[in-house]
């Protein structure tokens, strides 16, 4: 419980640049104990993408790499949002997965 409210209030320090804040956001998904949804990861993946890449150029996958297209479909979704919204929208993210994913 303690190391949930430290997380959360590292992830709403003003004084980090919203970068650095997303940065540290993106580490803390390695340390959660328990998986989150294949929806919530995927979600997660998408908002990671365009916060870093922006608008997905690539082609489609295959219909027989689901898994890809998945992916590919949930960062599309996204387009045309700003690089910064993901970054907060990600971090939000996280925030809500380390109390509900980590013991």
Do not use: H
């Not at 709403?12 to 990861?41: I, N, Y």
């Not at 590919?72 to 971090?91: A, R, V």
């Amino acid at each position: 419980m303690y190391i949930r409210r430290i997380t959360i209030i590292i992830f709403r320090v003003r004084g980090f640049e919203p970068f650095e804040r997303f940065e540290a956001a993106a580490e803390e998904v390695k340390t959660l104990t328990k998986r989150p949804t294949d929806v919530e990861l995927l979600e997660l993946y998408a908002l990671y993408k365009q916060a870093t890449v922006g608008d997905n150029d690539t082609s489609k996958p295959g219909m027989f790499d689901l898994k890809a297209k998945k992916k590919w479909e949930f960062w599309t979704n996204l387009k045309g949002t700003s690089k910064e919204d993901c970054q907060e929208k990600y971090i939000a993210k996280m925030e809500e997965f380390v109390v509900k994913y980590r013991d």
